[in-house]
């Protein structure tokens, strides 16, 4: 176990034999997660259309919440007041924040991650999506951005980031990074990087002070954020350069795996990094949610996970099955007197049927989104929690061939 400090610390279980994938327990001050875990994602201190009670209840053992958009409502400041992030959501468990990079960086291009696999192959710095004007213009010292909410001008910096995520008050916090795309050059690359490098220094200086000034508040603990798209070299050294990086004796408490992924590097890039991390700290990797990509990640050393894509594609009735993803709005579905899945266990497969959710979607009752995503969230926390058993188990080759040979099936 790292030195736990006020409570936090890692502690790695069993080890796949490959020597990088593990399972393990992250230690919080408000509460355990047993690893691999994936985390809810309440952007706005809400998982949407559901209750906390029920988040818990599902089996999320953790949620993640966004300093962006809490920065820009209702103010970081507002949820000190509260008693901090969990408080202010009436959510117990352990809670994460991220930097605000990503939605800041997205501002720029007016893309979201995944459209950069729609442009592989495309080297272009200045590339931004039809139809947008670029909202966000990085320098060295920080971000100036524009609101997507009412058009203000603010700025972020690796300072202002961490001010937000100590008054958000999140167990786990990510330190200020750039976000580049898979579309950047190489040479694009290499200075955001060093960029990155650069403020994860004075994200520890400003996180240690903060700490300081905060004594009486539990401790937070920061995740530096590895960088270095697609490329070995830069992935590497940045993983080196931030695991040995300390700050008035203050190292950071474990790292995210950051930036654009492209699904078929992404387990060798996950390996890349971790092979170069501490064993005894936590691996978080930003933003994926498909279960090859789980079994990949996890193999590779990732411990945590979170995604919006669960909860984001219930609200459009598209359900996630051992047999793959179908959509309960199909006339298929309007005399289905069955549940979800057969198998689940959740509260919505245990009360309901398709046919009665298909006629909540067509009748455009909000209830159909909760229902949905207390199913789709809780297929993905069980997915993770199943992994972690296997893993234990010894049986994880086994676990990943049945699981995704059936998932996948109908794909061919
Ligand atoms: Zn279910």
Redesign the pocket.
């Known amino acids: 176990m790292t030195p736990a400090e006020g409570g936090f610390g890692f502690v790695p279980g069993s080890e796949l034999p490959n020597g990088l994938g593990r399972s393990g327990v992250i230690r919080t001050p408000h509460g355990d997660i047993r690893t691999p875990a994936f985390v809810a994602v309440g952007t706005k201190a809400t998982v949407k259309a559901v209750l906390p009670e029920a988040v818990g209840a599902l089996g999320a053992q953790a949620v993640l919440a966004n300093a962006y958009h809490l920065f820009l409502q209702p103010g970081s400041d507002i949820v000190d007041a509260a008693g901090g992030l969990g408080a202010f959501m009436n959510w117990p468990g352990p809670t994460f924040t991220d930097s605000g990079g990503f939605q800041v960086m997205s501002l720029g291009v007016g893309f979201k991650k995944v459209l950069a696999m729609d442009v592989a192959g495309l080297a272009d710095d200045q590339v931004i999506a039809e139809g947008k004007t670029r909202l966000a213009h990085v320098d060295d010292d920080g971000v100036t951005f524009t609101s997507h909410l009412n058009g203000d001008r603010h700025r972020f910096t690796p300072e202002v980031s961490m001010r937000i995520q100590h008054e958000l008050g999140a167990d786990i916090m990510f330190a200020f990074d750039e976000c580049t795309t898979l579309m950047n050059t190489r040479g694009y690359q290499e200075s955001s990087l060093a960029r990155t490098q650069a403020w994860a220094v004075r994200c520890l200086a400003a996180h240690h002070d903060l700490t300081a000034e905060r004594a009486d508040k539990p401790y937070q603990a920061l995740f530096g954020v590895v960088q270095g798209a697609q490329y070995e070299d830069l992935r590497r050294q940045a993983a080196r350069d931030l695991a040995a990086l300390e700050v008035a004796g203050r190292p950071f408490d474990g790292f995210g795996i950051g930036g654009a992924l492209e699904k078929e590097n992404l387990g060798t890039i996950v390996s890349w990094v971790c092979s170069e991390l501490p064993v005894d700290k936590p691996r978080h990797l930003l933003g994926i949610s498909e279960p090859d990509d789980f079994f990949a990640a996890i193999e590779a050393g990732a411990d945590t996970f979170d995604c919006v894509m669960p909860s984001r594609v219930a609200r459009n009735a598209a359900l996630y099955t051992p047999d793959g993803r179908f959509n309960v709005n199909t006339a298929a579905n309007r005399r289905a007197f069955r549940?979800?899945?057969e198998e689940?266990d959740?509260y919505?497969?245990a009360h309901y049927t398709r046919a009665y959710l298909h006629h909540l979607f067509k009748a455009k009752e909000m209830l159909a989104s909760t229902l949905c995503t207390i199913?789709n969230e809780?297929?993905t926390v069980r997915l993770v929690d199943d992994i972690r058993a296997s893993i234990d188990s010894g049986d994880f080759a086994d676990f990943r061939t049945d699981f995704l040979g059936r998932f996948y099936a109908r794909r061919g």
């Open positions: 549940p979800i899945d689940c959740c919505t497969c199913h809780h297929f």
